[in-house]
């Protein structure tokens, strides 16, 4: 009975989230970024390829500072214009070790556990409930051109923690 419910509050969340990713009105795909507290960006966050989950943030707040984690495929490959061309079915997930609030949208800083890469994500809320996510380069190798990926934000039992 646990794993049926499981199951259905995930997909649950796979339709919320490819709904989200297809049907924002044009206005709203093209919003800037705008002014935002750090409790906005609170709770978990999806973004969907074809169906599946494949990048997940989720923060939480402690006083007035932001910490969490990132979950994302481990191979994600780009198309020419930037798009997600193609993702992974393994993730590796990780801790924030910097997370910081500018005018230009929250900072997210994370250390491969693997190989010890870190990577730099850019998060703007766009909407409530939605987001624009882009990695930016911060060292050599650079990182190749991307779109910003759209990601809902979802309740805490939508997403099944990482093992």
């Known amino acids: 009975m646990r794993r049926l419910v499981s199951v259905a509050v995930t997909a649950i969340a796979l ?16 919003a800037p970024a705008r002014k935002s507290l750090p409790e906005e960006y609170a709770g978990s966050w999806i973004a969907v390829f074809q169906g599946r989950t494949w990048l997940v943030i989720r923060l ?28 992974s079915g393994e993730k590796w997930s990780g801790s924030f070790e910097s997370v910081q609030l500018d005018g ?3 900072w997210l800083t994370v250390k491969d556990p693997a190989t010890g890469e870190t990577d730099r994500y850019l998060m703007r809320l766009t909407h409530d409930s939605v987001a624009e996510v882009q990695m930016v380069a911060s060292e050599p190798p650079a990182v ?5 990926w759209k990601m809902l934000k979802v309740g805490p039992t939508a997403i099944t923690p990482a093992r």
């Open 104 to 106: 230009n949208g929250l």
């Open 144 to 148: 190749p051109t991307t779109k910003p």
């Open 60 to 87: 939480a707040q402690s006083s007035d500072q932001l910490a969490g984690t990132l979950q994302r495929a481990q191979d994600v490959q780009f198309n020419g214009p930037g798009d997600v061309e193609s993702v």
């Open 15 to 30: 339709c919320v989230g490819v709904w989200a990713q297809t049907s924002m009105s044009p206005a709203l795909q093209n």
